[in-house]
């Protein structure tokens, strides 16, 4: 007897991972991203994070350098979420995180974000923005809340394609 796998199994289960860059897609992060923000109410924050400039990267270097700055984005972030935070691959170039103790990591993400990637023999120009929520900013820890606050954060202080973000 033969075992197969569901048609749907694969779908759900596959639409959890941003195949480029492997980190989470948004319904695998909004699982986990949920878990986290209530489990720690008093120490967590939700971040969204978006390339600055990225469409002139495509358009002067091409798509493979593109996916080049968006794979480098994407370790960088992961690496500075660690455990039990969690990164995710919304779409395009814009990422999320939720983890703990954000606002004091702040600066140590924003550096890891804003250096060169190495591709193809240059340095392709990186940068990003970056909006935070600490979930006790909201009245009710909500995770679609604590999105829009991030985004609206992220938007605020975005100057020229680049953050003026200094929190």
Not at 78 to 107: K, N, T
Not at 136 to 145: G, I, K, Q, R, Y
């Amino acid at each position: 007897m033969s075992r197969s796998v569901r048609p749907s199994c694969v779908r759900t289960c596959g639409a959890r991972r941003d195949p480029l860059t492997g980190l989470r897609a948004r319904d695998g992060f909004t699982a986990r991203a949920h878990r986290l923000t209530h489990r720690h109410p008093d120490g967590a924050a939700v971040l969204l994070i978006d390339l600055d400039d990225f469409k002139a990267t495509n358009d002067t270097y091409g798509h493979v350098a593109g996916d080049a700055v968006i794979t480098a984005t994407a370790a960088r972030l992961s690496a500075w979420c660690g455990r039990p935070g969690i990164a995710a691959r919304l779409g395009g170039d814009e990422f999320a995180a939720a983890v703990l103790d954000a606002p004091a990591r702040l600066p140590e993400l924003r550096t890891a974000l804003n250096q060169s990637v190495p591709y193809a023999g240059c340095m392709l120009p990186a940068s990003a923005s970056v909006g935070i929520c600490p979930v006790t900013e909201l009245p009710v820890v909500s995770l679609t809340d604590a999105l829009a606050s991030a985004d609206r954060d992220m938007y605020a202080h975005k100057r020229d394609g680049r953050t003026s973000r200094r929190r």
